[in-house]
């Protein structure tokens, strides 16, 4: 496993932009997937995007395609993801997470081992 620790979030207004970035531990970190996935209160943690180890291959849930962008730096141990056009509906704590790269990248929270504790991000209309 690795540890991940998220920074980056904050306020912001409608339609303004913001940076995440999560850090991992580890030697190891070119090896496994990384996701970032993300929870508003009274609903389920839900999958935003992401990333092979190469950087290669990506994937984005329908609802912030075209508007976020996951990328890493292996050579930093770090992730990151891009938030632009960002709408109210996009307020949550945000999370990123690791697995072991397997033969495909998966969207699915409980395929991740390893998770951050979150930072939050909060989109004012």
């Known amino acids: 496993q690795v540890q991940l620790v998220e920074s980056g979030g904050g306020l912001v207004q409608a339609g303004g932009s913001l940076r995440l970035s999560c850090a991992a531990s580890?030697?190891?970190?070119?090896?496994?997937?990384m996701g970032w996935f993300r929870q508003a209160p009274g609903k389920e943690r839900e999958f935003v995007a992401a990333i092979r180890p190469s950087g290669a291959s990506t994937k984005y849930a329908d609802s912030v395609k075209g508007r976020f962008t996951i990328s890493r730096d292996n050579a930093k141990n770090t992730v990151y993801l891009h938030l632009n056009s960002l709408k109210p509906e996009d307020t949550a704590v945000y999370h990123c997470?690791?697995?072991?790269?397997?033969?495909?990248?998966?969207?699915?929270?409980?395929?991740?081992?390893?998770w951050g504790q979150g930072t939050q991000v909060t989109v004012s209309s």
């Open positions: 580890g030697r190891t970190f070119s090896m496994y997937d």
């Open positions: 997470a690791a697995r072991l790269s397997d033969w495909y990248l998966s969207p699915r929270a409980n395929e991740y081992d390893s």
